[in-house]
């Protein structure tokens, strides 16, 4: 495509690796993110529970399963020749677009306890990397996710582990874990920031008062 993946380079692929997230503030342009929100739209009010257009709800976030597809504008942004060659340099081997979703918070709430993702096979550390780009202006009243930088490689003993809420996420008080003094890392900027993150990074989000953000 275009837009800043030509940007990329040894020195985001090292800080991905030792802190777990990157973060690129407007990384592309508001004319794309709007083609993407006019793609998506119609197929936006159709999703519901069903295997044509499906929705999960897992907490306040409703994630829309392979709606990405619906926008030729998302689609080449995710599938970027300069985007894949970055990945596949992350993880030395070809890699795969396992979940192409779109999310939305639908409702405020009190907030989403420290946790890493998970998956079938390895509840220890999630593989695989998150991708997250804004469609809205994140702010402190739609929910600013909170990271702990360098957090995802180290072990938790079991006595920090809280009971699931869901079977994809293993949660933690934070006043009582290994991560209580350290700082959180919040990302910034507007509509069109890129953040990717280890699956196994522990982050948070904090109490907010309004839907919305997708």
């Given amino acids: 495509m275009q837009e800043g993946f030509s940007k990329l380079n040894q020195t985001h692929l090292s800080t991905l690796k030792e802190e777990g997230i990157l973060v690129f503030p407007d990384f592309i342009s508001k004319q794309t993110i709007n083609l993407i929100k006019k ?11 069903n295997n044509r257009t499906s929705s999960l709800i897992m907490g ?82 739609t929910g600013v996710t909170e990271f702990v930088k360098k957090s995802h490689n180290t072990e938790i003993e079991e ?22 003094s350290k700082p959180l890392f919040k990302p910034t900027g507007g509509k069109g920031t890129l953040v990717i993150f280890h699956r196994g990074i522990w982050h948070q989000l904090p109490k907010f008062q309004a839907p919305g953000r997708t």
């Fill in 60 to 141: 306040n976030n409703q994630w829309i399963e392979h709606l990405g597809m619906c926008s030729l504008a998302a689609l080449k942004f995710a599938l970027d020749d300069q985007f894949i060659n970055f990945l596949e340099d992350y993880f030395e081997t070809s890699i795969t677009l396992g979940s192409f979703s779109l999310q939305r918070k639908i409702f405020p709430e009190e907030g989403i306890r420290l946790h890493r993702e998970i998956g079938e096979g390895y509840r220890e550390i999630g593989e695989g990397l998150n991708v997250f780009l804004y469609l809205t202006n994140p702010s402190e009243k």
């Fill in 39 to 49: 793609e998506t739209s119609p197929w936006l009010k159709k999703a519901g529970f």
């Fill in 159 to 180: 006595s920090y582990v809280l009971k699931n809420k869901v079977d994809d996420a293993i949660y933690i008080d934070l006043e009582k874990s290994p991560f209580k």
